[in-house]
């Protein structure tokens, strides 16, 4: 079964991921129409975010979180985020929409890659860009979820650390800012481990592994980053 358009493949990459990436074989736009609908709510959420966060109070949090820097350091650091808070909000935006337009490039050229494992997956460089952006269909899970904290919040003194509200420290361990495995378990969270699933169905949909090789080649790239991330914060 495949999805046929593309308004039920937005719904059913979150619930039957492979009628999506069946529908998306002989597709035309449907991933253009789904990178707009991410980078769009991307957008509103950074956008309502900046807009009602206390500047002051996010520079502050900001230098605070420079634990090894010295105090000439930190006020150097909050001189240089002070001339530029009016324009932070336009970095988050398109800063993370070019950073995901770049990151999915290059996992697209790995998709690419490990399809030649199957001598019938015969997709070119331009369909795995595609397939590489309906494996991030969750991050508008994510965007949306920030976006609705943000709104309700109490208050307009907003820590950055709520973008990070699905991670796995904050739902799990609990470190403080200077512990060595801080930021990597902040940057671990549930949505990237769900993209992972989405992409390993996808590429079972796409190819002829089976589901254990394509959920190896899913998780692969994040088994080999947050593996040596790993080993620079135990050195």
């Known amino acids: 079964m495949k999805s046929s358009n593309v308004?039920?493949?937005?719904?059913?990459?979150?619930?039957?991921?492979?009628?999506?990436?069946?529908g998306l074989k002989e597709a035309k736009g449907w991933s253009f129409v789904a990178f707009?609908?991410?980078?769009?709510i991307l957008a509103a959420s950074m956008f309502a975010f900046y807009n009602k966060a206390d500047p002051q109070f996010l520079i502050?949090?900001?230098?605070a979180a420079a634990v090894d820097a010295t105090i000439a350091e930190q006020k150097m650091i909050r001189q240089s985020m002070e001339q530029t808070?009016?324009?932070?909000?336009?970095?988050?935006?398109?800063?993370?929409?070019i950073g995901l337009a770049v990151i999915n490039a290059l996992?697209?050229?790995?998709?690419?890659?490990?399809?030649?494992?199957?001598?019938?997956?015969?997709?070119?460089?331009?369909?795995?860009?595609g397939f590489g952006v309906w494996a991030m269909m969750p991050l508008v899970i994510y965007y949306l979820g920030f976006l609705i904290l943000v709104l309700t919040a109490s208050t307009n003194q907003i820590s950055?650390?709520?973008?990070?509200y699905s991670s796995i420290n904050q739902l799990l361990i609990g470190l403080e800012i200077?512990?060595?495995?801080?930021?990597?378990?902040?940057s671990l969270n549930i949505f990237s481990i769900w993209s992972i699933f989405i992409a390993a169905i996808g590429l079972k949909s796409w190819t002829n592994f089976t589901f254990n090789k394509a959920l190896l080649f899913a998780?692969?790239?994040?088994?080999?980053?947050?593996?040596?991330?790993?080993?620079?914060?135990?050195?």
């Open 178 to 186: 200077g512990h060595p495995f801080y930021t990597l378990l902040e």
């Open 36 to 40: 707009i609908l991410l980078a769009g």
């Open 60 to 63: 502050d949090q900001q230098v």
């Open 219 to 235: 998780a692969l790239p994040s088994i080999v980053i947050y593996g040596i991330w790993t080993v620079i914060a135990l050195v």
């Open 85 to 97: 808070v009016d324009l932070q909000v336009w970095f988050a935006m398109f800063g993370t929409i």
């Open 7 to 22: 308004m039920t493949a937005l719904v059913d990459i979150f619930i039957s991921p492979s009628k999506a990436f069946n």
């Open 107 to 129: 996992m697209a050229g790995y998709y690419l890659f490990v399809s030649k494992q199957d001598p019938e997956a015969n997709y070119g460089y331009g369909a795995w860009y």
């Open 160 to 164: 950055q650390t709520l973008m990070n």
